[in-house]
């Protein structure tokens, strides 16, 4: 199983960017799959889930309405849109396969990618 985030950058307070997850070694579109974020100093927070096929959708409140998680699963790619950005929401975004015998957990996980909000 390989996660690889990409994306991530430098953006001002009420911009946009959209970070990928490129999944391989596994039957990408029968996982439900993950965003989490950790930002500096703090432990990971989940941001959001998507389950097979995309027909659910789940948030945190901190991003509900600003976030869209959506997945393509003929290229095995998990993507977070993220809007109206705000410097809290600075942090290392990692996309997680939930473990299908534990949904509370997270069985493997990427490297991150960074995303920094900043005048």
């Known amino acids: 199983v390989q996660l690889v985030e990409s994306g991530g950058g430098t953006v001002q307070p009420g911009g946009s960017l959209r970070i990928s997850c490129a999944a391989s070694?596994?039957?990408?579109?029968?996982?439900?799959m993950s965003w989490v974020r950790q930002a500096p100093g703090k432990g990971p927070e989940w941001v959001s889930t998507?389950?097979?096929?995309?027909?659910?959708?789940y948030y945190a409140d901190s991003v509900k309405g600003r976030f869209t998680i959506s997945g393509d699963n003929a290229k095995n790619t998990l993507y977070l849109q993220m809007n109206s950005l705000k410097p809290e929401d600075t942090a290392l975004y990692y996309c997680?396969?939930?473990?299908?015998?534990?949904?509370?957990?997270?069985?493997?996980r990427g490297q991150g990618t960074q995303v920094t909000v900043s005048p």
């Open positions: 998507i389950r097979p096929g995309g027909q659910r959708t």
């Open positions: 070694g596994f039957t990408f579109s029968t996982y439900d």
């Open positions: 997680a396969r939930v473990n299908p015998l534990d949904p509370t957990d997270n069985d493997y």
